[in-house]
């Protein structure tokens, strides 16, 4: 069974900083991309960050101006999200999906999805 497990949220405040990490469980990394979407209230899904297979390559979201920064630990079967300078319209549930391809895109078909974790940024 897959499982995968977001964990990290909380609510901080604009210009604070906050990791989120995806755990994964009945897949490997070895031969499954992984993606970071996020959801905020009334507004569509859309990709944050994205890394393939391996962690040879990764895709950022062009709005997140740097700020953002995703990482693999293929021992531990988990992924990253370093967020920083986080602004107010950063809030949003954030899911970590995950599909096998060697190859990542924000705009793939992604197979397996976790619950999500809430990301409040205060002003």
């Known amino acids: 069974q897959v499982q995968l497990v977001e964990s990290g949220g909380g609510l901080v405040q604009s210009g604070d900083s906050l990791t989120l990490s995806c755990a994964a469980s009945?897949?490997?990394?070895?031969?499954?991309?992984i993606g970071w979407f996020r959801q905020a209230p009334g507004k569509e899904r859309e990709g944050v960050s994205c890394?393939?297979?391996?962690?040879?390559?990764?895709s950022y979201a062009d709005s997140l101006k740097g700020r953002f920064t995703i990482s693999s630990d293929i021992a531990k079967n988990t992924v990253t999200l370093e967020m920083n300078s986080l602004e107010p319209e950063d809030t949003a549930v954030y899911y970590c999906?995950?599909?096998?391809?060697?190859?990542?895109?924000?705009?793939?078909?992604?197979?397996?999805w976790g619950q999500g974790t809430q990301v409040t940024v205060s002003s």
């Open positions: 999906a995950a599909d096998r391809t060697a190859f990542c895109g924000l705009g793939y078909y992604y197979e397996y």
């Open positions: 009945g897949i490997t990394l070895d031969d499954h991309a």
């Open positions: 890394i393939s297979s391996r962690g040879g390559s990764t």
